[in-house]
């Protein structure tokens, strides 16, 4: 298996970073009306794209207003004849108290007023042989605090190595454009993240994955409440150590190339697998798989958390919740099958950038 570039090669160590790398320079002033724009203009071409791919299915959008400030528009396309249901939503929130989620993470916040925007999307094809996929990109403000987060994975039910890699490629092309280290970084937190610890397996073969990006430049928040000092992603960013000369500017741009990498990560992998047959066995098992997706949804993702400790609303924060699911108790794949494929293979994590065939 290949291995990601080795941080020493192309970073200084940690004690030559200048020590200005720990302090976050404010946002300019517009920097909540320009991200507001640019995640409207995203969740408005993922739609067009979508749709495009979809040929019969049309989002329906429901805007929405948060009584205690802000609000969103949410996007839902259902029945369609690729999706059987999916949510592009918009969403931007203001308020005096921060949630419990916040405060642990960033104690510092404490006492300011915030700003939360982000899209999130989350599609759930009708054919088994066509991936889940979600993705989020997010923006905060709390008087000092401020960061930008999100990323995107993959969750196939009938995976393949050239969907893997051609998936991972296109999203690796889009961070190295800013930072070598960005995806090696965002691709081992994504593995550690989406990873559900009572069942022991990850929800499907990643992507890209960070949170509380700022100035300072820490790729892994080791020193958060919360986080761990001993995972391969705090190792990684360890070795690297802060990016030096980081600024919001760069931040923002980052974020806007990562989401117009979606279309050509997924679109393809989509057009590939939208005519593939299935029957009674291949469409069970994708809705056993979904099952995953709800555990996931409900025990640990932090956007979900967040949008319910802010009163957000409900039917737009669980839209991400696929329309038909089953659990069976104690299940186990046959040896020799796809299905079992999926558990011994593509559930690791893995270096499907480096993959060629």
Known sequence: MATSPSPEATSPSPSSVSTNAAVNVMPPADSRERVSTALKALQDSICQGLEALDGEGKFQEDGWVREEGGGGRSRVL?????????????????????????????????????????????????NPYIPTVHLNYRYFEAGPVWWFGGGIDLTPYYPTREDAAHFHKTIKAACDRHNPHYYPAFKRWCDEYFYLKHRGE?????????????????????????????TPAADYSKQVGPVQGRTWEDLFAFVQDCGNAFLPAYVPIAERHQHDEYGDRERNFQLYRRGRYVEFNLVYDRGTIFGLQTNGRTESILMSLPPLVRWEYNYKPEPGTPEAELYEVFLKPQDWAEWNG
């Open 78 to 126: 259902k029945g369609g004849r690729v999706f059987e249901q999916g949510g592009v939503n918009f969403s931007e929130v203001w308020g005096k108290d921060l949630p419990p989620s916040i405060l642990v993470q960033r104690p510092e916040a404490a006492g300011h007023g915030f700003y939360a925007t982000g899209t999130s999307m989350v599609l759930h094809p009708r």
């Open 202 to 230: 990850t929800r499907g073969v990643g992507g890209i994955f960070f949170d509380y990006q700022d100035t300072q430049g820490i790729l892994y928040p080791i020193s958060y409440p919360g986080s761990h000092s001993d």
